[in-house]
């Protein structure tokens, strides 16, 4: 089956720098998506990564194995309002993405 | 960019009428739209794709008859809740593709829809 899977929540400090795991099962691969979703509002794309390796972003950078089936969004120099949850979904063989249930991350001052 | 305006952002029914979301692709056409319910602490769920012009596709579980989708024009897709339920309460997304790009996906503002 399909199956992706990411931590519930994690709590960081303000300034630091934190890293959401994504580990993934899909029929077929066209992707990994990141995304940021605050609460009450609709999703809004952060990252895709196709091939190995790291894509840097800003303070946003994430990262792939295709052949662990592993993904990692890291954040730096945390912000509060980077408080969010962070989605990760892959993108099948029909071009369908499969949502993970979201990371919550919590930031402490 | 590409945007998708959902509307309502929120709304609330009583319980057996009907709830009508629209979402529309403001300046590109979409061909393809994606219809998604969230309940809290979870994630998102594709109910059904949306193609202009034919008949949407459900996903497994969903009901047809219960959530009657339009794609009338290359800019306006509809969901219609018939016959709301308290369980039908949760937070629909919808999602267009905005053109041949592979990550090309933006989403709607999301409507908040709550059955009394």
């Known amino acids: 089956g399909q199956n992706i899977d990411q931590p519930t929540e994690m709590t960081a400090t303000e300034g630091a720098i934190v890293q959401i795991n994504c580990t993934y099962q899909t029929s077929g691969f066209n992707g990994l998506f990141w995304y940021q979703q605050h609460a009450g509002e609709a999703p809004t794309f952060l990252s895709y990564n196709v091939l190995d390796g790291l894509e840097e972003k800003g303070r946003f950078s994430s990262f792939l194995s295709r052949s662990k089936g592993y993904s990692y969004l890291l954040l730096k120099e945390l912000q509060m309002k980077d408080s969010a949850s962070y989605l990760c979904a892959s993108m099948d063989s029909n071009y369908q993405l499969i949502w993970g249930a979201g990371t919550k991350l919590i930031i402490k001052p | 960019g590409a945007v998708v305006s959902q509307h309502p952002s929120r709304v609330i029914c009583k319980s057996g009428t009907s709830v009508k979301i629209e979402c529309r692709s403001l300046?590109?056409?979409?061909?393809?739209m994606f219809w998604y319910r969230q309940f809290p602490k979870q994630s998102l769920m594709l109910m059904a794709t949306?193609?202009?012009?034919?008949?949407?596709?459900?996903e497994q579980g969903v009901e047809k008859d219960k959530f009657l989708i339009n794609h009338a024009s290359l800019t306006l897709s509809t969901l219609t809740v018939t016959s709301a339920h308290p369980e039908d309460s949760s937070f629909y997304i919808c999602s267009a593709k905005t053109g041949g790009e592979v990550y090309g996906y933006t989403f709607g503002s999301g409507t908040r829809l709550t059955v009394v």
């Open positions: 300046d590109f056409q979409a061909t393809t």
């Open positions: 949306s193609n202009e012009g034919s008949k949407a596709t459900y």
